[in-house]
């Protein structure tokens, strides 16, 4: 099981890109697959998050709240920066509001979930990233209808749901964090609490090449057949995450993070929320049917985008900025 595990973590980054790839052929040839895999994505997810989490000693994350250069720098690269930088690239897609919503719903809201998977990945400091998830989370709640009255106007505001991130932020976030806090509890009591813990973590790999496979599954035949009209938002989505990578690095160079540090505040700048906002824009009035493809299509982009970034990232702060 070992040697299996080693293998897995040494060929991660060929295991994504086959998920993605098994996803799309699924999801193409079966068309009907879509619905019971969309319904499967946040059971995934969390799965993957209770995974993640177990890797993380919960006697550092106090600590890791507490480094205040991180957690001001995230909240500036997310809620200043990304701002300006979104609505400058939708202003591409400005002439079709239903397009508009889309990008902006997906780009203002930073990640929750798998951000801290890729973090990790890539060397960067997933700690610090799972202890800045509640203040995340929040302050995008509040945040978000805000930037939507700026960006789009208040008419449209009153039309949205908030309730799902409520929802999302308890079934794939405290639920997986409270279920692995009492497993690392149960492990250092316990030879089966360790033996749950061991299989968990060596479970890490499938389970993010299962949950891309699943997604991208989901998803792949509603973006395909509505391409022509998704086609606009693809370049906004590829010009915001080959974008953040440098603004992510610059502002944690002026901080003074380390390069862990540099690594988490460029996947969180570059990854955003997709899954959790989905469900609040499936509610949208129906003359926004398309906007959840459009989000859908950035979930597709960012995840080619992230395969590629566990390489890269490590690469770029360590040879420019150590």
């Not at 897609?93 to 809201?109: I, K, N, P, W």
């Not at 960067?124 to 939507?148: C, F, I, N, R, S």
Request: hydrophobic share 65%; proline share 6%.
């Amino acid at each position: 099981m070992r040697k299996t595990m080693e293998w897995m973590e040494r060929q991660q980054v060929a295991l994504f890109v086959a998920g993605l790839a098994i996803g799309a052929i699924i999801g193409l040839a079966w068309p009907a697959v879509a619905h019971p895999a969309e319904l499967a994505i946040q059971p995934m997810l969390a799965l993957l998050l209770y995974a993640t989490f177990l890797g993380i000693p919960f006697g550092r994350i106090g600590q890791a709240f507490r480094d205040w250069r991180f957690l001001a720098t995230l909240l500036v690269v997310n809620f200043a920066l990304v701002p300006a930088i979104a609505w400058l690239l939708s202003r591409i897609v400005a002439h079709d509001q239903v397009l508009l919503v889309g990008v902006l719903f997906v780009l203002l809201t930073p990640c929750i979930d798998y951000v801290i998977v890729f973090a990790g990945l890539a060397g960067g400091d997933e700690e610090k990233l799972l202890a800045a998830t509640p203040l995340l989370m929040l302050t995008q709640m509040v945040l978000l209808p805000l930037y939507l009255w700026l960006f789009v106007g208040a008419e449209f505001v009153e039309s949205v749901e908030f309730a799902p991130f409520v929802e999302a932020f308890v079934l794939i976030i405290a639920v997986p964090l409270v279920a692995a806090a009492l497993t690392q509890l149960a492990a250092a009591r316990w030879r089966i609490g360790k033996m749950v813990e061991r299989i968990a973590l060596g479970a890490m790999v499938p389970l993010m090449v299962a949950t891309l496979a699943v997604v991208v599954s989901s998803q792949i035949a509603g973006v395909s057949a509505e391409f022509g009209s998704l086609l606009l938002a693809v370049p906004v989505y590829v010009l915001f995450a080959a974008v953040m990578v440098p603004v992510g690095i610059l502002a944690g160079r002026v901080a003074g993070l380390d390069a862990p540090g540099r690594r988490a505040i460029v996947f969180s700048g570059a990854t955003r929320n997709s899954l959790v906002v989905l469900p609040l824009v499936l509610a949208l009035p129906a003359a926004f049917d398309l906007a959840p493809l459009v989000v859908v299509t950035q979930t597709l982009v960012e995840l080619v985008a992230m395969v590629v970034f566990v390489r890269l990232v490590p690469k770029v702060v360590r040879t420019t900025l150590n």
